[in-house]
């Protein structure tokens, strides 16, 4: 079984910086690519950023020139690198992972951690 483990979620002012984390274990086979989404209360959860395999990179425009992801495959560990945060980057950040076995695509999430900007 393949689970993720997030970390580096908080409180920040208004132009601060945070860092997310995303460490994957157990039954990892193939990964093909690796994200962050976000949903705040009321909203749809949404693509923040992701990388693939190749690494090839991602963002959504919102975030874009901010948000950096990045990854260590010795660390099975997705980063986020978040700068100049805004009150509206207030959401619970989750982490994905989709993974290619023999037979299927998977897709796996964390549990989510919370990132609250103030103004």
């Known amino acids: 079984q393949l689970q993720l483990a997030e970390s580096g979620g908080g409180l920040a002012q208004s132009g601060g910086s945070l860092r997310l984390s995303c460490a994957a274990s157990g039954s990892i086979f193939t990964i093909y690519a690796m994200g962050w989404f976000r949903q705040a209360p009321g909203k749809q959860r949404e693509l923040v950023a992701a990388?693939?395999?190749?690494?090839?990179?991602n963002y959504a425009d919102s975030v874009k020139g901010r948000f950096t992801i990045s990854r260590d495959n010795a660390k099975n560990t997705v980063y986020l690198q978040m700068n100049s945060l805004k009150p509206e980057d207030t959401a619970v950040y989750y982490c994905?992972?989709?993974?290619?076995?023999?037979?299927?695509?998977?897709?796996?999430w964390g549990q989510g951690t919370q990132v609250t900007v103030s103004s």
């Open positions: 994905n992972l989709e993974q290619l076995t023999s037979t299927t695509r998977g897709d796996y």
């Open positions: 990388i693939t395999r190749s690494g090839s990179t």
